[in-house]
Structures are given as C-alpha cells and as structure tokens.
C-alpha cells in the first residue's frame, strides 16, 4: 500500500483548501484513514480520521473548520479545510490503519510523503 498526498500549499488566512490522499491497495475500502500534521518543532498530532464506515473523528483545534471524506471508488481521502489559521500551518500528513482505535496515531501503520500547508496571516 502507497498513500500520496497532495493539495498543499500558501493560503492567506481564512481561506480554503481541499487536501487529498491517493492510496494504492485493495484493501483500501476497509481500512481506517487519518490525516496528521506536524509543525516545526512540535510533535505529529492527529488531525482527522476516518472509519471505512464513516465514522469521523476531529482534533478539537479543527472541529468545524476541517472536515474528512472518502471515495472508496477512486481510493482517496479527502481532507477539506476552512477558516485557515497560521496556526494551521505544518506538513500534513495522510495514513493508513488496518484496524486498531482510529484516534491514536499508534494505529496507523502506512504514511505518505507529506504536503506542506502555510497559512499567511
């Protein structure tokens, strides 16, 4: 399984921006799927995860500004930001979990490369 993020980019604060995530794999369907982001100088934290049911879950720092959505048919991963902040800006982050809790980063075991967001204020 190879996941590919892309979608990154400068945004002035308050804008919007849609993240995507291109998996490979015939397992994607049934995996759990999570967005990450880490900042320079701060740890990774998980942003927003996905259940292959649909079960979502949202860091509170993006509760209502980011939302998560799959297509199962194009294999990918959609990550749909609103309301921008500078604080929003990192490298995010797209992963894979076969099965374990979908809001602990321990879970996912399959990473892409990475997209990097800058939010300017």
């Known amino acids: 399984v190879q996941l590919q993020a892309s979608g990154g980019g400068l945004v002035q604060a308050g804008g919007s921006l849609r993240l995507s995530c291109a998996a490979s794999g015939r397992s994607f369907g049934i995996d759990h799927m999570g967005w990450f982001r880490q900042a320079p100088g701060k740890e990774r934290e998980i942003v927003a995860a996905?259940?292959?049911?649909?079960?979502?879950y949202y860091a509170d720092s993006v509760k209502g500004r980011f939302t998560i959505s799959r297509d199962n048919a194009m294999k990918t991963v959609y990550l749909r930001m609103h309301s921008l902040k500078p604080g929003d800006t990192a490298v995010y982050y797209c992963?894979?979990?076969?099965?374990?809790?979908?809001?602990?980063?321990?879970?996912?075991?399959?990473w892409g490369q990475g997209t990097q967001l800058t939010v300017s204020s």
């Open positions: 996905i259940t292959w049911i649909d079960t979502t």
């Open positions: 992963a894979r979990n076969p099965g374990g809790d979908f809001r602990r980063q321990t879970s996912y075991h399959t």
